[in-house]
């Protein structure tokens, strides 16, 4: 009890944990993105950087999506893409190019 001149004694302990991530690039980056109608696929061999998806007709109205696909990995086509065609911009790496993709979704 600290007020009848008891003594308290306590211990705080923190630890940290840290580690490097790396991505090695293959020596030949091929990018391929398709979808089965309800995700986004890629097949290629390495990540893509999904930047936004849209439905275009005479103009584009695009959503953003801001997610990473890693080779084999999928993400879900945004849920205010409605038609069975659409476009996806997406990029390899930080300063490469923006890739734009025209997709179908056959049974979507």
Known sequence: DPQAGGKQNSSVS????WGVLLRVSPSDPRPA????GHHLLNTGNT????????N????CH???IGK????????DIPAGIKSNAFRVEY???ANSPVISADLT???K
């Open 14 to 17: 923190v630890n940290l944990v």
């Open 105 to 107: 979704a056959a049974g």
């Open 47 to 54: 990540r893509l950087s999904l930047i936004r998806a849209g």
């Open 68 to 75: 990473s696909i890693y080779p084999g990995g999928s993400a």
């Open 33 to 36: 993105l398709v979808t089965d």
């Open 62 to 64: 695009w959503q953003n």
């Open 56 to 59: 275009c007709d005479t103009t």
């Open 91 to 93: 990029r390899t790496g």
